[in-house]
């Protein structure tokens, strides 16, 4: 018996994907494998314009645009949501990629004051819901949409790069769990869970902090952006059973 799936070469052909945080990093790797697998890509950035369109323009494929997705706009976002009604009428798959963070002590209670907690909680969690509900029509439109944000093992370690990204990815977590109750079966939500990835994200650190890491965990490698990408894709075109979970993605770095 034949149990290839139909175009299993492109299973994303005729698809629209959105990737905010798209022109670096993970958003960027999630970006080339959606392209990669037939989707149409819209490339969200905030200040990485220039970075956007060069990637843009090596992806394979035709109708990928980069489009400015601040996280803290929602006035950008419904504006957003309009474009994308009006050229495309439907989303397929959301990957919540964006998100910003500072290495703090989580000792350093001076240094995280009330004001940056919540900038850090804003951007982090407030952001991708803003996102979230300004694009859930277009998704429940799809009848088979995937959203997909990238978490952290963070929000259950709480170990992280502060304590107000650890408690950010947290309620990231919950929100997609609710959000999956409320909206099957149209819509799955998922959360994708990495340690450290090999990225600019958090300032400071380094490759051979990210390999001491990697070397006390079962697997012992770093994650990459590719490693999270390719998880990410197995939520939209593999794991079509499952919604309101967390893909732990850490090596075992949690275990």
Do not use: W
């Not at 429940?140 to 709480?158: D, E, I, L, P, Y």
């Amino acid at each position: 018996m034949n149990t290839t799936p139909p175009n299993a070469t492109l299973p994303l052909a005729g698809k629209l994907a959105v990737v905010t945080g798209g022109s670096s990093g993970i958003g960027a790797a999630c970006v080339r494998l959606l392209a990669a697998s037939g989707a149409r890509v819209v490339i969200g950035f905030n200040q990485g314009a220039e970075r956007a369109e060069a990637l843009r323009a090596e992806l394979p494929g035709s109708g990928h645009r980069a489009l400015h997705i601040p996280l803290t706009d929602g006035q950008a976002h419904q504006a957003l949501a309009e474009t994308l009604r009006a050229e495309h009428g439907a989303v397929d798959v959301l990957v919540n990629s964006a998100g910003f963070t500072q290495r703090i002590a989580h000792t350093d209670i001076d240094t995280l004051t009330p004001a940056l907690f919540d900038e850090i909680l804003r951007a982090n969690a407030g952001g991708p819901f803003s996102i979230i509900r300004a694009l859930l029509p277009l998704l429940r439109a799809s009848g088979q949409a995937t959203v997909v944000s990238v978490s952290s093992v963070s929000a259950f370690t709480a170990l992280g790069s502060n304590i107000a990204y650890c408690a950010a990815k947290a309620a990231l977590d919950t929100m997609s769990v609710a959000l999956a109750r409320a909206f099957g079966p149209q819509v799955r939500f998922l959360s994708v869970s990495p340690a450290a990835v090999d990225t600019d994200f958090v300032a400071g650190r380094n490759r051979a902090e990210l390999e001491k890491k990697a070397a006390a965990t079962p697997l012992g490698r770093v994650v990459t952006p590719e490693d999270v990408a390719l998880s990410v894709l197995a939520c939209v075109t593999h794991l079509r059973t499952a919604t309101g979970t967390r893909v732990v993605i850490d090596g075992g770095h949690s275990l």
